[in-house]
């Protein structure tokens, strides 16, 4: 079954800890000093919030879990007929976790990630360039991004 997800770029993250908490009716299941995660089952969302300089405030991206490799396969394949460019990041770290995900946005910007979650991290991990993602640019002329599907890696790397 699939996990919908949101990750919301936070000025404070204590106030949006205590807000969220009230909002949810419970406690991060996951906290960092930097992150905090709430995985709830109703409604069945894995809810994320980071404090990063710099990084924009709001809506980060949206984003389906899956609970294994059969499911990841189907979102994959949804990803690829959506004909956009598709980045492939394949195995990662980030936000605290292990996964394997490719990313996507939609014809407005609006970036989504599928992902399956195959075991914590103590680091928070890297994310491509979410900005360059959403313009629908992914991995053109980024230095080391992982490729688009179906694009040569970059020669810089």
Known sequence: MNRFHVHVGVADLEKSIA??????????????????????????????ISCK????????????????????GLVYGRLRAADRPV??????????????KSWISDPDGVVWEAFL?????????ESPDLAVLASGSAATGACCAPPISGQAKSPCC
Not at 26 to 35: G, I, L, M, V
Not at 87 to 100: R, V
């Open 87 to 100: 980045l492939e990041e394949g195995a990662t770290t980030c936000c605290y976790a292990q996964s394997e």
């Open 117 to 125: 979650t195959t075991g914590d991290s103590t680091v928070y991990g």
């Open 19 to 48: 807000f969220y908490t009230g909002l949810f009716g419970q406690e991060p299941s996951a906290t960092k000093p930097d992150y905090a995660k709430w995985m709830l089952d109703d409604p069945r969302i894995n809810f994320a």
């Open 53 to 72: 300089e710099g990084a924009a405030k709001g809506i980060e991206h949206l984003g389906l879990q899956v609970d294994d490799q059969a499911e990841l």
